[in-house]
């Protein structure tokens, strides 16, 4: 078990660098060094060395994204970190599987510490004895219980919600409420999904079982696949296939969605906050485990938990359009390019330790065919009355016209996206 890092990093920056200004002090009073020729041409081979301290983090995020974050540590604390691609399909363990579990994951060599969009790739890489538990106490108190391992595996360092989005000249807010809305029939052909299986939208599943029961929520899959056709391939797809037409509404990760409100201020989507008439949206959080063979231990552990610390957290939460998961206290830090008025929701209070323990897979409600008869704009009309889920969803809509000033009106400009600024100044303690 790993040991927590003493002293912080800006201190023992700060502290070498008074002890360098004293040594060159003392040279000048000197006048001359009696230093050999060859102890200085030593010197000039080792400096290099001592700035070039360095350690690898494999991840399956955007690397450019990353880079900024990278080069305000690199910045803060002279050390640089290379980002190493991992694909999260390395781990081949699906979030529906029991044991037996594999253990054949071969990881870029090199790697000393992993940081993935999901914690659902750090619990399938602890599953696999890729981790080792790391034992801080800085991460400990700093990271919420609902957002980390018990056992130290794995902590979520940036959080974000899984949920609406839609076209806004197509779609009226009203018309959405929360996850079991998107099976009604007036989505017929016009909801963009990933995979029912993913984990992530397993992890919906399982949170509607638990008020929805296990007649209900069966059948919200099975419309959902039916609304959906084809499943889109990643979050990006279907922000994409909405802004081509191809669907009007569909469930996305807000980071994804945030990303693409600053890099597309003219696009037509706009974010609904689900469930905030009930339970709350669903989240998920970017999260950083140790590697088991990493050889850059220390490195890793200074970096982890630099990540928690409020500039660390603004940082990360400001590059990878995340929030962030600790109560920052720094009155320094600009909030507000952090969390802008239209990202505040409830969420769902759900730990993602109980989520990720839950191996059960819920299938969709195995439905006869029904007749369809297509209009021009891709709705469909059914021949036989309202399912239970249809009537499930129009009494959720009931509930939100009572309930007015709960809904988030959203706007997905890039003024209300956070603009480009970062919400700290960095300053070079070298």
Not at 186 to 192: F, Q, V
Request: aromatic share 6%.
């Amino acid at each position: 078990m790993l040991n927590p890092v003493r002293a912080s990093l800006p201190i023992f920056a700060k502290a070498t660098l008074a002890l360098m200004v004293a040594a060159l002090s003392l040279t000048g009073l000197v006048g001359c060094s009696s230093r050999s020729d060859t102890d200085t041409a030593q010197d000039k081979k080792e400096q290099p060395l001592m700035s070039q301290e360095r350690f690898q983090v494999g991840t399956d995020l955007d690397i450019a994204m990353l880079k900024p974050l990278s080069d305000a540590y690199k910045q803060e604390t002279g050390i640089s970190i290379e980002w190493v691609p991992v694909d999260r399909q390395v781990f081949t363990i699906h979030f529906d599987e029991e044991p037996p579990l594999h253990f054949d994951v071969q990881l870029p060599k090199g790697v000393d510490m992993l940081m993935m969009h999901s914690a659902y790739s750090l619990a399938d890489a602890n599953a696999s004895h890729v981790l080792q538990p790391v034992g801080s106490e800085k991460l400990t108190t700093r990271v919420p219980a609902q957002y980390k391992d018990p056992q130290g595996h794995w902590f979520g360092v940036a959080k974000y919600a899984r949920t609406l989005v839609y076209n806004r000249n197509k779609v009226n807010e009203p018309e959405l409420i929360n996850y079991a809305g998107l099976a009604a029939k007036k989505w017929y052909g016009r909801l963009c999904m990933t995979d029912i299986y993913s984990p992530e939208n397993q992890a919906i599943a399982k949170m509607m079982m638990s008020y929805r029961g296990t007649k209900l929520t069966p059948e919200i899959l099975a419309n959902w696949q039916t609304n959906m056709g084809r499943p889109s391939a990643s979050n990006e797809d279907i922000l994409k296939n909405i802004e081509q037409g191809r669907c009007d509404v569909g469930i996305v990760d807000s980071d994804v969605f945030w990303h693409h409100a600053k890099t597309h201020p003219d696009t037509p989507i706009r974010l609904m906050w689900a469930n905030q008439i009930n339970r709350g949206t669903l989240t998920n959080t970017i999260s950083i485990g140790m590697i088991d063979e990493g050889e850059e231990v220390g490195q890793a552990l200074r970096f982890m938990e630099w990540l928690v610390s409020d500039r660390g957290q603004a940082l990360l939460a400001f590059y990878t359009s995340a929030f962030p998961v600790v109560d920052i206290k720094d009155d320094s830090i600009n909030m507000q390019a952090l969390r802008p008025e239209w990202t505040e929701f409830e969420p769902d209070l759900t730990a993602l330790p109980d989520i990720i323990a839950n191996h059960s897979k819920i299938e969709p409600l195995k439905m006869e065919p029904e007749p369809v008869l297509e209009d021009k704009a891709g709705a469909a009309a059914s021949t036989k009355d309202n399912s239970e889920a249809e009537a499930a969803v129009q009494n959720d809509l009931t509930q939100a016209s009572k309930q007015a000033a709960l809904q988030r009106t959203q706007a997905a400009q890039s003024e209300a996206a956070g603009g480009t600024t970062p919400p700290i100044v960095m300053q070079n303690v070298e």
